[in-house]
C-alpha cells in the first residue's frame, strides 16, 4: 500500500465550478499535511498546509482534514483556467522535515 | 521569507561530463534539504537527504557514487551529477527543511533543467 494515495485523474472542471481533490495517507501518527500545486516544468509551490482536524480556508481554497479517517481533501472554489495544475499531497509522517507524496492529480479548467 | 534558490536554471552538458547544480536557503538556515528528481509527466522521486555536516542519506535504487551530494553549510547544498548520461536529463528539484508556525515544513527552490546530450 502506498504511504499516500491521490484520486486519480485528470479532472476536468468547467471555469467557475469547484474542484475537489482527495488524498488519503496510511501512517496514522502524521502531524503534518500539505498540498502542492505543480505547473507544467515548475518547481512545486505550496498552497495551504493544514496540520488540525478541521476545515481550513485561505481564498478560494478549502483543505478539510480528518486524522481518524486519515483523510485530507482540497477544494477550488470558482475555478479559474489558472488553476489548471498537478495537484500534490504532501504528509510528514514523523519529527523530521521528510515528506511522502502522492502521485498528484492532474485538474484542467475549461474555459 | 522561506526563499530557496537553485543555480543554474537550465544546464546542457555533453555525455561524459559532470554538472553541479547549487540549493541555496537564502534567508533561514536549513539543516537538512532534500533533492528530488522528476521525468515528464511522473510525481517527484525523492533521490536523498541532505544534512548539514554529515553524509546524505540515499534513496533505494539511487546511485550515491553518480549523485554526490556536499551539505557544507547551513544555507547549501550541491548535488554534482557525474558521468553524466542521457537518461540522466530531467528536472531536478531541491527543497530545504524549515519552520513554519511550529511545524517542519520543506520549501522548494525552483528547480534545475538538465539535457545530457
Known amino acids: 500500500q502506498k504511504e499516500v494515495e491521490q484520486n486519480s485523474g485528470p479532472l476536468s472542471v468547467p471555469e467557475g465550478a469547484i474542484a475537489s481533490l482527495n488524498c488519503t495517507y496510511s501512517d496514522r501518527g502524521s502531524q503534518s499535511f500539505f498540498w502542492y500545486r505543480q505547473y507544467s516544468g515548475k518547481s512545486p509551490e505550496l498552497i495551504m498546509s493544514?496540520?488540525?482536524?478541521g476545515d481550513k480556508e485561505d481564498g478560494r481554497f478549502t483543505a478539510q482534514l480528518n486524522k481518524a479517517s486519515q483523510y485530507v481533501s482540497l477544494l477550488i472554489r470558482d475555478s479559474q483556467p489558472s488553476d489548471s495544475a498537478t495537484y500534490l499531497c504532501a504528509v510528514n509522517p514523523g519529527d523530521d522535515y521528510k515528506l511522502s507524496f502522492g502521485a498528484g492529480t492532474t485538474v484542467t479548467v475549461r474555459a | 521569507g522561506a526563499v530557496v534558490s537553485q543555480h543554474p536554471s537550465r544546464v546542457i552538458c555533453k555525455s561524459g561530463t559532470s554538472v553541479k547544480i547549487e540549493c541555496r536557503s537564502l534567508?533561514?538556515?536549513?539543516?537538512?534539504m532534500f533533492w528530488y528528481r522528476q521525468f515528464p509527466k511522473q510525481s517527484l522521486m525523492l533521490m536523498a537527504t541532505s544534512n548539514e555536516g554529515s553524509k546524505a542519506t540515499y534513496e533505494q535504487g539511487v546511485e550515491k557514487d553518480k549523485f554526490l551530494i556536499n551539505h557544507a553549510s547551513l544555507t547549501l547544498s550541491t548535488l554534482t551529477v557525474t558521468s553524466a548520461h542521457p537518461e540522466d536529463s530531467s528536472f531536478y528539484i531541491c527543497?530545504?527543511?524549515?519552520?513554519?508556525?511550529?511545524?517542519?515544513?520543506?520549501?522548494f527552490g525552483p528547480g534545475t533543467r538538465l539535457t545530457v546530450l
Open positions: 493544514i496540520y488540525s482536524n
Open positions: 527543497s530545504a527543511g524549515g519552520l513554519a508556525g511550529g511545524y517542519n515544513e520543506q520549501f
Open positions: 534567508d533561514f538556515q536549513a539543516t537538512t
